[in-house]
């Protein structure tokens, strides 16, 4: 399953299954779940460790020393889960000691093509990311976001679970769950609803979350003033909850 101009370094651990195409090469510190799938010309470095069933196209760069200055080669990590799809060039770059030490990917993502998630990022799971989005150090994705094509994140950013990123956006402050968002400078939208929809929320349910919505960004409150009737909705739908600790706790500010 290895290919004869592969090179896997001594120390890396391989699941018995696992295919490594021609002219990769597979790091000392790396370890491997059974049913991935190694494409040619892949790099994989740096104490990485992946899970099951994943498959890496021709050219990406996985665990690869981060860009931030501060960075001294200390032995941080990469972590990914089982299921995940990582399409042509993408680069996933280990974390740094001033974070958690460690750039985290959930399962069932879809990473395509060009895609660059920077250190210190922690990607949930059903994350879809387009090509060529980009990603600073630190942002964080929830569960089940898309971010579409040539999507810029800036650094600490976090996106709550369920929400989309239009393409082209420039996202410079936090995306609640279940919001849209689009621009250069991005700015909300409205809600995910066909998102929703296709995950098995009820009209009752998203009816609800839009209500929230509109407290939020149409009834022209701040968020000290939004979060006490938050709270009182949650009582009612219980998907109103997250929505309401994330603008709580959000440390950049959410979209507007």
Not at 32 to 47: E, F, L, R, Y
Not at 76 to 99: A, K
Request: hydrophobic share 40%; glycine share 10%.
């Amino acid at each position: 399953m290895i290919h004869p101009s592969a090179i896997v370094e001594a120390g890396a651990e391989l699941a018995d299954d696992v295919s490594v195409g021609p002219f990769s090469i597979i790091g000392a510190n790396v370890r491997i779940g059974a049913g991935t799938v190694v494409g040619p010309h892949v790099v994989i470095n740096g104490h990485t460790t992946i899970g099951k069933n994943n498959h890496f196209y021709q050219f990406c760069s996985i665990g690869e020393a981060n860009q931030d200055k501060k960075y001294k080669g200390e032995p941080t990590r990469t972590v990914i889960g089982d299921n995940n799809v990582f399409r042509e060039s993408c680069t996933v770059h280990r974390g740094t000691t001033q974070d958690r030490s460690e750039t985290t990917i959930g399962n069932d993502n879809l990473v395509m093509a060009y895609v660059h998630i920077a250190h210190d990022c922690v990607i949930g799971d059903h994350c879809i990311l387009a090509n060529n989005a980009t990603l600073a150090g630190h942002v964080h994705f929830g569960d089940w976001v898309i971010a579409g094509g040539f999507v810029a994140i800036h650094q600490f950013c976090h996106v709550g679970a369920h929400a989309f990123i239009g393409m082209k956006s420039g996202l410079h402050q936090d995306v609640p769950p279940y919001v849209m968002a689009e621009g250069f400078s991005a700015g909300a939208r409205g809600i995910n609803s066909e998102g929703l929809k296709r995950r098995g929320f009820s009209a009752d349910d998203i009816l609800a979350i839009k209500r929230a919505y509109k407290v939020v960004y149409r009834q022209g409150l701040n968020v000290k003033d939004a979060l006490p009737l938050l709270r009182e909705m949650a009582n009612d739908c219980a998907h109103i909850t997250p929505f309401a600790d994330f603008i709580e706790q959000s440390s950049r500010g959410i979209v507007r």
